[in-house]
């Protein structure tokens, strides 16, 4: 085992705790909790088994494992963004839902 594959251990294994104390804490849905643990889960499996990516990425039709994971990464990482920009635009609304309501409020007054 190299020092790569020590630090994604000690990684993944910190991410995974911290992942359990948020959904102790009730700050993620059992979706999220899903997700996440399979996320880092996942990180683990490529430790151990480097030569799964390499061999799912030649069922896929992809040349190598990594940009397999690369792909994987970065559609991951868009669909996050997505959900981001989302979550954005609801706080906007709520607080432009709320500052007209103080504006009334202080308008009658």
């Known amino acids: 085992m190299n020092v790569l594959q020590i630090i994604a251990i000690v990684f993944a294994l910190f991410a995974i705790s911290r992942v359990i104390l948020r959904m102790r804490d009730k700050k993620l849905t059992p979706g999220e909790f899903f997700f996440w643990t399979l996320i880092w ?7 151990f088994f480097p030569s799964l990516t390499s061999r799912l990425a030649n069922l896929i039709g992809i040349g190598r494992g990594i940009d397999l994971i690369i ?35 202080k308008k009658k007054k």
Do not use: C, N, P, W
Not at 41 to 47: D, K, M, T, W
């Open 41 to 47: 889960l996942g990180l683990l499996g490529v430790v």
């Open 71 to 105: 792909y994987g990464s970065i559609a991951i990482l868009f669909y996050l963004l997505f959900r981001i920009y989302v979550k954005i635009e609801e706080i906007e609304q709520e607080i432009t839902k709320v500052v007209r309501e103080i504006s009334i409020i």
